[in-house]
């Protein structure tokens, strides 16, 4: 079906240290890391594209809000940011940053359980991306599933999707629909 092309898995192991790597100001220094020692070395030892498009950050929990800064604040590195079920208030100011700087070029998956799972913080982040000019559908996809827990069996139920949206047919068809655009403003 092609729904999803080959593509490369670097997984970071969180260790103990979760609570102070992936919220701030301990995420600072772990976006730093992955842009100054990750980046380079997947780039010499995996020959990878370099096309920031390529290369986009995931995680659930804290994991997505780490992706979220990583990627908010390096657009020019990836393209894109997965984040389920993320803990978007705990420790951080990324809504506040949201409507108050400029939107970057880079797309979002957000996701989360009903009605628990931080429904209620991921629902306000995509609002605030949407209120600043993500299109939803095209750089923007938030999707909420009933009764899902917050746990690594309900996040990986639902990979498949993110997965389809960042690779294979149907980012082939976003980007094919982007240079359209681009090309023909009107």
């Known amino acids: 079906m092609q729904a999803i092309e080959d593509f490369i898995i670097v997984g970071v192991y969180s260790g103990e240290r979760r609570e102070e790597e992936y919220t701030k100001p301990g995420y600072e220094a772990y976006a730093r890391s992955m842009v100054e020692e ?40 990836f393209g894109g940011a997965i984040c389920m079920s993320s803990t978007f208030f705990h420790k951080d100011d990324l809504l506040e940053r949201v ?27 995509a609002l605030a991306l949407v209120s600043k000019g993500w299109r939803y559908g ?16 309900a996040w990986g139920m639902r990979l498949h999707l993110p997965m389809q949206l960042f690779t294979g047919i149907v980012a082939r068809a976003s980007r094919s629909s982007d240079r359209d655009i681009n090309a023909n403003p009107g």
């Open 99 to 125: 409507l108050s700087e400029p939107k970057r070029d880079v797309g979002f998956y957000l996701d989360s359980g009903w009605p628990g799972d931080n429904y209620e913080v991921t629902v306000a982040m």
């Open 138 to 153: 095209r750089d923007l996809l938030y999707l909420c599933f009933p009764h899902a827990a917050h746990d690594e069996k």
């Open 38 to 77: 990750l980046v380079p070395v997947e780039q010499l030892f995996l020959r990878t594209t370099g096309d920031r498009l390529d290369r986009t950050m995931w995680g659930s929990s804290l994991g997505g809000v780490v992706s979220f800064y990583t990627v908010w604040q390096y657009p020019e590195i």
